[in-house]
C-alpha cells in the first residue's frame, strides 16, 4: 500500500551533512519527552562552561600557534604567510636539532627511571605492614610542592659554591674538589633528569601502587602454590596485571616530560652551550626572548607529531590490550 502524502519526503536538494545531523537532532529534542529535554537542556547548560574553557584556552591558542607557524610575525607585527618556511630554518638550525635530540634523551632517561623507582617503591609500600598512611603521604611531597619552588632548592643544591650535595660527598670522602653540576653537558643533562626524576617518581609510585591493590592475592597463592619463585610471581603476574595501568601512566608521563618547560629553564635556562635545550625552552627563547613569534610557533608545534604518534601508539596498545582480554 502506498505511504500516505503527508509522510513523503518532498526530492528536494540535498541538505548538507551538517545540516542533515542538525535536523535529525532537532526531530530527537522534538519527539522526546519533557523530562528528556529538561535533562538535555541540563546537560547542555551544564557543559557550556567546560565547552567555553576549552575552546578559549586549549582550542584557540592551539589553531592560533599553527597559524603564526606560518607567518614571519614578530613582537609588534602579524607578519606574512610564508608557508613552511620557519619549519625549514629550523630543520636546518643545528641548536634546534640538538634541542630535538635532547628531548627525546631526557624524556627516554627520565620516563624509565621513573618507572623503575615507582615500581619499586610501590612494591615495597604495597608489602609494608605499618606506617602505610604516612609513608604514602609522604611519597606525594616532591610531585605537589609547585615546580618552581622545588627546582630552585635543587638549583641551590647543585651550586659549585655553596651546594649541600657537594658537602656531603666531600665530607663522605667521595670527591676531593667541587662539582659543578650544572657546569658541563653531560653533568647539567644529568642533573635535570635527575630532578625529574625525584619529582615524578610519586606520581609513578601512586598510581602503581593502586593497581598493585586491585590485583587478587589469591593469584599469587596460586603461582607460589605452582612452584613460582618472588621473580616470576612478578613478571608472570604482577606485570600482566598491571600493564593497563602502566600504560596509561607512562601516556601521561611521556607527554609531560617531552613537553616539559619550568623546571629546565629554572635550572640551567637550556645552558651551558644548548647542551640542555629543549623544544620547550628553545621556542620560548626563539619567541619571546628574542621576538620571533613566528619561529617561536613552529618550533612549539614541532613536538606536535611525536606526541601524536605516542598517543595513538599507547591508545592502540591498550586497546589492542582490552580485545585481547575480551576474546579471552
Excluded at 542533515?20 to 562552561?49: D, Y
Excluded at 627563547?285 to 617561536?296: C, F, H, M, Y
Amino acid at each position: 500500500m502506498p505511504a500516505p502524502a503527508e509522510s513523503a519526503t518532498p526530492t528536494a536538494l540535498p541538505k548538507p551533512a551538517m545540516t542533515r545531523l542538525a535536523a535529525i537532532g532537532l526531530g530527537r529534542f522534538r519527539r522526546a519527552s519533557r523530562t528528556e529535554r529538561r535533562e538535555w537542556l541540563l546537560a547542555l547548560i551544564l557543559l557550556t562552561p567546560a565547552l567555553v574553557m576549552l575552546g578559549l584556552f586549549v582550542a584557540y591558542p592551539f589553531v592560533r600557534g599553527i597559524w603564526l607557524g606560518l607567518l614571519d610575525s614578530v613582537v609588534g607585527r602579524e607578519g606574512d604567510f610564508v608557508g613552511l618556511r620557519n619549519y625549514v630554518k629550523l630543520w636546518n638550525d643545528d641548536i634546534f636539532r640538538r634541542a630535538a635530540a635532547n628531548t627525546f634523551i631526557y624524556t627516554g632517561f627520565a620516563t624509565s627511571l621513573k618507572l623503575t623507582l615507582g615500581m619499586i617503591v610501590a612494591l615495597m609500600l604495597n608489602n609494608l605492614i605499618g606506617w602505610k598512611r604516612i609513608l604514602r603521604a609522604s611519597m606525594l611531597l616532591p610531585w605537589i610542592v609547585p615546580t618552581v619552588l622545588s627546582t630552585l632548592a635543587w638549583k641551590w643544591m647543585f651550586d659549585p659554591t655553596f651546594s649541600i650535595v657537594n658537602w656531603i660527598l666531600y665530607h663522605l670522602g667521595f670527591i676531593r674538589l667541587r662539582i659543578d653540576w650544572l657546569g658541563g653537558p653531560v653533568m647539567a643533562m644529568g642533573s635535570v633528569i635527575l630532578v625529574n626524576v625525584w619529582r615524578g617518581t610519586p606520581f609513578f609510585a601512586i598510581t602503581l601502587l593502586a593497581g598493585l591493590q586491585t590485583i587478587n592475592p589469591d593469584v599469587y597463592e596460586a603461582a607460589s602454590i605452582d612452584g613460582a619463585n618472588p621473580w616470576q610471581r612478578f613478571w608472570r603476574v604482577t606485570w600482566p596485571l598491571l600493564m593497563p595501568v602502566t600504560t596509561v601512566v607512562m601516556l601521561f608521563s611521556v607527554i609531560q616530560t617531552f613537553a616539559d618547560f619550568q623546571l629546565v629553564y629554572i635550572l640551567t635556562g637550556g645552558g651551558p652551550a644548548n647542551s640542555t635545550h629543549l623544544f620547550a625552552t628553545y621556542a620560548y627563547q626563539i619567541g619571546v626572548a628574542t621576538g620571533k613569534l613566528g619561529e617561536g610557533a613552529a618550533a612549539s608545534l614541532a613536538m606536535f607529531p611525536f606526541l601524536f604518534l605516542v598517543v595513538i601508539f599507547q591508545l592502540w596498545y591498550i586497546r589492542r590490550g582490552e580485545g585481547g582480554r575480551g576474546s579471552a
